[in-house]
């Protein structure tokens, strides 16, 4: 027995190129459409009204039901990368840990879910410390090269930008905040980053260079630090 999506792939290659005068299209619903109908979005006595037209009449109308199921899909589809951006926005500020001022930020949900939407132009990272704005096009660029290549990729974000490392600090990518065109401004997704209370600066704290987080407890790098955290320099 055909299977629906088969039968329905098979309808729409005989669409191609319909014969006139001929009924072929009309023997296709005949046989098929009681379930090629929830699958164009129509009643089966819609198809089946169908069955004795020619297949210059039956071809528009098929046309159009074609059409209404790929705008459907493609609307679906959209909603469905919506919700997967904004899902992994909110997943990517709850899992951040801070450290020094910077924002640890999980490197799969970066370059992951939270780029699924293309009709975000930019991403905005955003905290009391910082705001960095970036392409998403450009995220997506960093995905394609270095997801694949580096499996001890790490990321985080401070008051100079956003940056990746790997290799044990061997290979790295400091990307700087960009201006978002007016004309994208409605097309940007926030993450808003909270910081934990003891990382908030005091009054009588003295601002923090733009070369990013020092750690001020002089026992090495803040950047050695987190490595040795992530295990990276056990």
């Given amino acids: 027995m055909t299977r629906p999506r088969s039968g329905l792939a098979s309808l729409e290659r005989a669409l191609r190129a319909p014969e006139p005068g001929s009924h072929n299209l009309g023997q296709h619903l005949a046989e098929h459409g009681e379930y090629l109908a929830p699958l164009l979005g129509v009643e089966p006595g819609d198809l089946q009204a169908l069955v004795a037209l020619p297949d210059e009449d039956v071809a528009p109308r098929l046309k159009e039901l074609f059409r209404r199921r790929e705008e459907q899909r493609a609307s679906r589809w959209a909603a469905a990368m919506q919700e997967c951006s904004l899902d992994a926005a909110q997943r990517?500020?709850?899992?951040?840990?801070?450290?020094?001022?910077?924002?640890?930020?999980?490197?799969?949900?970066?370059?992951?879910?939270?780029?699924?939407?293309?009709?975000?132009?930019?991403?905005?990272?955003?905290?009391?410390?910082?705001?960095?704005?970036m392409p998403r096009q450009?995220?997506?660029?960093?995905?394609?090269?270095?997801?694949?290549?580096?499996?001890?990729?790490?990321?985080?974000a401070d008051n100079a930008g956003l940056h990746f490392r790997w290799k044990r600090c061997r290979g790295g990518l400091n990307l700087f905040s960009?201006?978002?065109?007016?004309?994208?401004?409605?097309?940007?997704?926030?993450?808003?980053?909270?910081?934990?209370?003891?990382?908030?600066?005091?009054?009588?704290?003295?601002?923090?260079?733009?070369?990013?987080?020092?750690?001020?407890?002089?026992?090495?790098?803040?950047?050695?630090?987190?490595l040795s955290e992530l295990g990276f320099l056990q």
Avoid: C
Wanted: hydrophobic share 45%; aromatic share 6%; no cysteine.
């Fill in 92 to 133: 990517l500020a709850g899992v951040a840990t801070w450290h020094h001022g910077a924002a640890m930020l999980d490197v799969s949900v970066l370059l992951g879910g939270l780029l699924a939407d293309p009709s975000r132009t930019h991403i905005a990272l955003v905290s009391d410390a910082f705001r960095v704005n």
């Fill in 138 to 156: 450009k995220l997506v660029e960093v995905a394609k090269v270095l997801l694949k290549q580096y499996t001890d990729l790490i990321a985080w």
């Fill in 178 to 226: 960009q201006e978002i065109p007016a004309r994208d401004a409605g097309h940007v997704l926030h993450v808003f980053i909270p910081r934990p209370a003891e990382e908030k600066p005091q009054p009588s704290t003295p601002q923090r260079s733009a070369r990013g987080p020092r750690n001020t407890r002089g026992r090495g790098s803040w950047l050695g630090e987190i």
